[in-house]
């Protein structure tokens, strides 16, 4: 069993739409959690972290943390075309994130 | 504009070659990571180095990949001999390591599309 996992999609939605990206992870170390936007053949950028349990809105994207139920959920309102990308979430270790495989997403104009 | 440079972008190679990926960390960055992306495996960390040491290399294939940093401007991957199934994609990231102040973002190079034939 992966650390982290992510349905790798590929998801669908009308520009506009409410998107819900979710993950699910085993290690109860994890202090922070992020999530990285990767474009088609571009490295991974940070788009948002946390730290513990919690929500962190930025601008049309909120994350969310339940260390409870180890779940890691990424919202985007008004969805963009320009959000069409792969979302992997992670959680660090130490210095090291452990990454889900990643969600691909694709908003349609 | 800071950024992590990472040569080759792509390598073609056949079975039993020796490759060779280098990276440049961003000027001030004191941790760099190396990732291996597929897309049956995600991304996946195979070593990194905080002050040019090594911390980890546990992701790492030992009898044929090595990782070193010969100096805070450059950081290496070699993979001797080359498989077919190394065929990925391999990013260099760096950083500021997870400090004081939290979680510090792992800034990723382009990454070197590698091809084992």
């Known amino acids: 069993q992966k650390e982290v996992e992510q349905d790798p999609g590929p998801l669908s939605v009308p520009e506009g739409a409410i998107v819900s990206l979710n993950c699910t992870y085993s290690?109860?170390?994890?202090?922070?959690f992020m999530w990285y936007r990767q474009y088609s053949r571009k490295g991974p950028e940070l788009l948002m972290y946390t730290y513990s349990s919690g929500n962190k809105e930025d601008g049309r994207f909120t994350a969310q943390v339940d260390k409870s139920s180890k779940y890691i959920s990424l919202f985007i309102r008004d969805s963009q075309p320009s959000d069409s990308a792969t979302y992997l979430c992670?959680?660090?270790?130490?210095?090291?994130?452990?990454f889900g495989p990643g969600t691909s997403l694709s908003v349609i104009p | 504009d800071a950024r992590v440079t990472q040569t080759p972008r792509h390598k073609v190679t056949e079975m039993g070659q020796e490759v060779t990926m280098r990276c440049q960390p961003i000027?001030?960055?004191?941790?760099v990571f190396w990732y291996r992306q597929t897309m049956m495996q995600g991304l996946e960390l195979l070593a990194y180095f905080r002050n040019r040491a090594p911390l980890d290399d546990s992701g790492m294939p030992k009898d044929r990949f090595s990782a070193e940093m010969p100096d805070a401007t450059l950081a290496t991957l070699k993979i001797q001999p080359s498989e077919p199934r190394d065929s990925a994609v391999y990013f260099c990231a760096s950083g500021l390591g997870l400090g004081a102040s939290g979680y510090n973002e792992q800034f990723f190079g382009p990454g070197t599309r590698l091809t084992v034939l």
């Open positions: 290690n109860s170390a994890f202090q922070y």
């Open positions: 992670g959680g660090t270790s130490y210095d090291k994130v452990i």
């Open positions: 000027l001030g960055h004191n941790t």
